[in-house]
C-alpha cells in the first residue's frame, strides 16, 4: 500500500516543482509555483498540450485576480506568461545535469521565486484601482514572499465602501435639503405677490353695464366691488367672477 501512494506521489511529482494541484486555493494570489502546478496537472496527468494546459491555468488565475478586484492583462496574455515560465522551468530541465556553479544558481534562483507572485496585474493597475486598501495589497502581493492576504483586504475595502456610500447618502440628503428649502422660498415669494396681485384686483372697481331701457342706449358705469365686499367674499368663498355674475343677473332683473 505504502509502495503504491509513493509510486503515486512519484508520478505526480515535478522536479524543482513538487506535487501536482488541481486547483488554486488560498487567500493569496496565485505564485509562479501554484501556476506550475497546476500546469503540471492538465499536462502530465491529463496530457493537455501546452497550449492547453496553460490556457486552462490562465482562466483559474484571472479568476482569482478577479476576486481581489484588481485589473489583469488580457486571459490570452496570461496564457502566454504560463508557456514561458513553463519553458524556463524546460530549459533548466535539459542542462540538469550540469554540475556548473552558473546552472547550480540558475535553479536556486528559480526555487526562490516560486512562492513569489506570479504577476499579471494591468500595466497601470496602481493607477486604474481607486481604493488605497486596493493598492496596499498589490503591493505587498509584489513584495518576497505576496506578503498579505486578501480575507483581511476584503474587510477593509467593505469598511471603506461602507464609508464612501454613507459619505454620499449624506451629501445627497444635504443637497435635497438645500434643494427644498430654496423650492419653498421660491413658492413662498410666489404666492405672497399673487396674493397681492389678487388684493390690488379685488380691491380695485370692477364695472358693470346694467341694462337700461330701449330709449336710453347709452350704459351708465356703476362700481359695484368695494374692498368692504371684497373682503367680505373672501371669508365666504365666493370668487370674484361668481359675485360679478349674481350681481350681473340682478341689475338685469331690475
Not at 484571472?62 to 485589473?71: G, Q, T, V
Not at 459619505?167 to 430654496?182: G, P
Request: contains cysteine; glycine residues 4%; aromatic residues 4%.
Amino acid at each position: 500500500m505504502q509502495g503504491s501512494m509513493a509510486s503515486t506521489r512519484s508520478k505526480t511529482e515535478v522536479w524543482l516543482i513538487g506535487q501536482h494541484i488541481t486547483e488554486i486555493t488560498g487567500a493569496q494570489l496565485p505564485s509562479r509555483g501554484d501556476v506550475l502546478r497546476l500546469f503540471f496537472h492538465g499536462h502530465n496527468e491529463h496530457k493537455k498540450t501546452v497550449n492547453d494546459s496553460a490556457s486552462e491555468v490562465a482562466a483559474s488565475v484571472i479568476s482569482f485576480w478577479n476576486k481581489a478586484r484588481i485589473p489583469t492583462i488580457t486571459e490570452k496574455s496570461i496564457g502566454r506568461k504560463v508557456v514561458d515560465l513553463f519553458l524556463m522551468w524546460k530549459g533548466l530541465k535539459k542542462n540538469c545535469t550540469r554540475t556548473t556553479d552558473t546552472q547550480r544558481k540558475k535553479e536556486e534562483t528559480f526555487c526562490d521565486e516560486l512562492e513569489d507572485l506570479f504577476d499579471v496585474a494591468h500595466p497601470k493597475a496602481m493607477q486604474l484601482l481607486t481604493i488605497k486598501e486596493d493598492r496596499a495589497f498589490l503591493a505587498a502581493q509584489r513584495e518576497k514572499g505576496r506578503r498579505g492576504i486578501m480575507a483581511g483586504v476584503d474587510k477593509k475595502i467593505a469598511c471603506s465602501m461602507k464609508r464612501r456610500e454613507e459619505s454620499k447618502s449624506k451629501q445627497s440628503l444635504q443637497q435635497n435639503q438645500a434643494s427644498s428649502a430654496l423650492e419653498y422660498d421660491e413658492l413662498g415669494s410666489s404666492s405672497e405677490t399673487e396674493s397681492q396681485s389678487s388684493s390690488s384686483s379685488s380691491t380695485s372697481s370692477l364695472a358693470i353695464s346694467p341694462v337700461v331701457s330701449s330709449s336710453n342706449r347709452k350704459r351708465a358705469t356703476l362700481k359695484v366691488i368695494t374692498p368692504e365686499l371684497s373682503s367680505t367674499l373672501d371669508r365666504t368663498g365666493i370668487s370674484h367672477r361668481s359675485a360679478l355674475r349674481i350681481v350681473s343677473a340682478t341689475a338685469a332683473s331690475l
